[in-house]
């Protein structure tokens, strides 16, 4: 007779949990007459003894006793229950969903075989006849806890939500707008001061004195007079020096070659041209910043801005150059009152100034500012016209000859 006494641990210390794997265990329950069957019992419990559920069988016993007659049946009515099982675990799944395809409605939650609530499809058992999901328990299907999300808004807010979308997508920055403008609006001045620039050098000199047409002077200057005398004029506009520069110049007979007045005026002109300069410098930063800007944050950007301000020089240049073709003489008159007092900008006919710069020096001066800017126009609106491929879109497809070519249409 074997001794069940517990035996004592041979140490005081607590004793580790013994490891139990439950990884590979599977949902079926331990004891057959705890599977549920239709009626409460399977075809092998069917005896008068049995009772349906899990009543204990036998009127004699008492709680937690089972009468020592009743284990050879109930063991093999285990074995007749594990016969009826389905064969494998493949099985059971196409039972459950079958079950779960013929119910309808959400099915009340049933427990598991372990007696706790089933997640996710519960047990279900086959027919003693073989034929699975016949006879099978309803399967249990929990609610996702993120229903709620499923529920559909009203129409409107759907639209408002939508339109939300919609503008939020084609909504453009402001930021790169506004340097696509600024640099539309200094485009043209830059052009302007670099076209007055160039027309202030020796070199222009040159090309006025020498070229075929031009009036000579009728006091005595020779070409290589104006050369040298208008030299110091165009070096005093652009360089630091004061009145002096100008004022100790003396002609071969020791008389000054300038005036006071005339002195006086090209220090008016000097203090024009270096501030006109000195904004041009400053455009010309204030625009390299918008390229910068809108190289890294705006695509095709510097285009269009650059598109938009060759197209407004256009239109600046002609209508300057229209004013100047209808009237240079009051052309000429209105610029110097804008920039000069009355009556320092005038002088008479024998005045070293107006033998070194006649009326016609002025004109071919604007006629060259004049071109100089248009030709840059042009040129800045010819590179920068909005093709397809520039703006970004896809060529057109033509079918000819049963063949499809691409056009790539401006």
Known sequence: MNDETPVRAKSAAPQPEPLLDTSRDSDEPAFSWLTPTDGGTSDGDNTDGDTSGGEKPGGDT????????????????????????PESRAHRRAA???????????????????????????????????????????????????????????????????????????????????????????YPFILLILAVRAVTTPLFLWVEYNRPGFP?????????????????????????SGPRYLGDLVQRGGDKLFKDGEVSHMADVKTVI????????LLLLLALIAILYLRRR???????GLFAGSI?????ILGLGALAALGWQQFFTEFHRIFFADGSWTFSLDDTLIRLFPSQFWIDAGIGIGALVLL?????????WPTRRRRGVAPQEKRVDGEQEKVDQP
């Not at 089972?66 to 009826?84: F, H, I, K, T």
């Not at 639209?159 to 403008?181: G, H, I, L």
């Open 298 to 304: 705006s695509t095709g950007g510097v285009r269009r």
């Open 376 to 384: 840059a126009s042009i040129v800045t609106l010819v590179l920068t």
């Open 274 to 281: 270096l501030s006109t300069f000195g904004a041009g410098a």
């Open 216 to 240: 000579g002077d009728g006091y005595g200057f020779s070409t290589d007079d104006r050369m040298t005398y208008g030299s110091y004029a165009v070096d005093y506009l652009l360089n630091w």
């Open 62 to 85: 008492t709680d937690g006793a089972e009468p020592l007659g009743d284990r050879p049946a109930r063991q093999e009515s285990a074995a007749e229950g594990n016969s009826v099982q």
């Open 312 to 316: 407004i020089t256009l239109v600046l």
């Open 96 to 186: 459950e969903a079958a079950v779960e395809s013929s119910a309808t409605g959400n099915p009340a939650p049933v427990p598991s075989a372990a007696g706790r609530p089933g997640s996710g499809p519960s047990t279900a058992t086959a027919s003693t006849d073989g034929h699975a999901g016949s006879s099978a328990s309803p399967v249990f299907k929990e609610p996702l806890p993120t229903s709620a999300l499923h529920v559909r808004p009203p129409e409107e807010e759907v639209e408002r939500r939508n339109a939300q979308r919609e503008s939020a997508a084609n909504a453009k920055p402001v930021a790169p707008r506004v340097m696509q403008v600024l640099l539309a609006i200094i």
